[in-house]
């Protein structure tokens, strides 16, 4: 079935940087939203960036200005790239995307497994 891969998630000093990346693999035919969310122990779950099909981006008001998310549509990709951290950004973040399958009973919204960002002196 289809899969969400995400990588670059570690422990970065504040003012660091990290680049998030999630790659949808398997039978895809087309994929809608892509988005990052994140999870602090505690905390609800929210959503960090929002991409759509089309490019159009927006952001939580916490990370404007230092976060940036892209996707790449050729390799089913979507970024968040994460600038000037701060110990408050640390979380469990996960991607999200919507996927048009091949398989009709596959098409439904999908999430990553999560990957660990902490941000720590």
């Known amino acids: 079935q289809v899969q969400l891969v995400e990588s670059g998630g570690g422990l970065v000093q504040p003012g660091g940087s990290l680049r998030l990346s999630c790659a949808a693999s398997?039978?895809?035919?087309?994929?809608?939203?892509m988005g990052w969310y994140r999870q602090a122990p505690g905390k609800q779950r929210e959503l960090v960036a929002g991409?759509?099909?089309?490019?159009?981006?927006n952001y939580a008001d916490s990370v404007k200005g230092r976060f940036t998310i892209s996707r790449d549509n050729a390799k089913n990709t979507v970024y968040l790239q994460m600038n000037s951290l701060k110990p408050e950004d640390t979380a469990v973040y996960y991607c999200?995307?919507?996927?048009?399958?091949?398989?009709?009973?596959?098409?439904?919204?999908?999430w990553g497994q999560g990957t660990q960002v902490t941000v720590s002196s």
């Open positions: 398997g039978s895809i035919f087309s994929i809608a939203n």
């Open positions: 999200n995307a919507y996927v048009a399958a091949m398989l009709l009973r596959q098409s439904r919204d999908y």
């Open positions: 991409i759509t099909s089309g490019g159009s981006e």
